[in-house]
């Protein structure tokens, strides 16, 4: 091979790389995409359950496609974020009923809203319970009543968008079947296993959402309205 004729290889395989774009690109979502609201309250904290999750979506120049992906991911952020605000507020909601154990006058009124069960296997109520006596007797300090009142904003906020999830989940996952028959259509022959593939990839992550988002939104009611009343907000 010549001189000339290795430094004209580069050249060409840039050209041949711009000819044949890739089938899709990957944009990351952002807890503004799932709810501006959320996004306005929590996203950049350590709350930020959908930037932690990383949720890729591809972009593919195709309206009917991109909007399926799009709206498949927001729909999955939306369960991830309920699902991670949950869990961090069941965390903090047990540790702080469980450092009541330790206040005497608070004993025997927690035994007999425990059952007398260990402080490890408390459910929700129980420790809401036990934060309502400890309410009862001027046992909240101030960073527990604030963290409270802050939570139960969030938690509310996020029932709406768990249930937006829901209702998008069950008609995304109804798109599609019609959306991989088309790929060929679509994309051409060539394209069209990557875009049936990446189809597959969106309604696989959405569809355990429509049966197990409504357990989650009732989790989110419990907690919402039991760190209100607790915390004394309305």
């Not at 060409?12 to 503004?32: E, G, V």
């Not at 890729?56 to 952020?77: C, N």
């Not at 809203?113 to 007797?137: C, M, P, R």
């Not at 049966?211 to 989790?219: F, H, N, Q, R, W």
């Amino acid at each position: 091979m010549t001189a000339v004729a290795r430094s004209s290889a580069p050249i060409f395989l840039l050209l041949a790389a711009i000819a044949t774009p890739a089938l899709s690109q990957d944009r990351i979502l952002t807890l503004h995409d799932v709810s501006s609201v959320l996004g306005d309250l929590i996203a950049g904290t350590p709350l930020d359950f959908v930037a932690k999750e990383e949720i890729k979506y591809g972009v593919t120049g195709k309206a009917q496609y991109d909007e399926f992906h799009r709206s498949s991911a927001i729909a999955y952020g939306g369960f991830v974020i309920g699902q991670g605000l949950t869990d961090d507020a069941t965390m903090n909601l047990k540790k702080y009923a469980r450092n009541k154990a330790a206040v005497a006058e608070l004993q025997e009124e927690i035994s007999a809203l425990t059952a007398g069960a260990d402080t490890s296997e408390w459910t929700i109520e129980q420790s809401l319970a036990v934060l309502q006596a400890a309410k009862a007797k001027d046992q909240l300090s101030d960073e527990e009543r604030a963290y409270m009142v802050k939570t139960a904003t969030h938690l509310a906020a996020c029932m709406l968008v768990v249930k937006s999830s829901i209702s998008a989940s069950t008609e995304l996952t109804g798109q599609a079947p019609g959306l991989i028959k088309g790929a060929r259509s679509a994309f051409g022959l060539r394209k069209a296993g990557g875009a049936t593939k990446n189809v597959k990839r969106s309604a696989d992550r959405i569809k355990a959402i429509p049966t197990d988002g409504p357990k989650l939104v009732e989790s989110l009611v419990v907690l919402s309205k039991g760190l209100s009343m607790v915390s004394g907000g309305a």
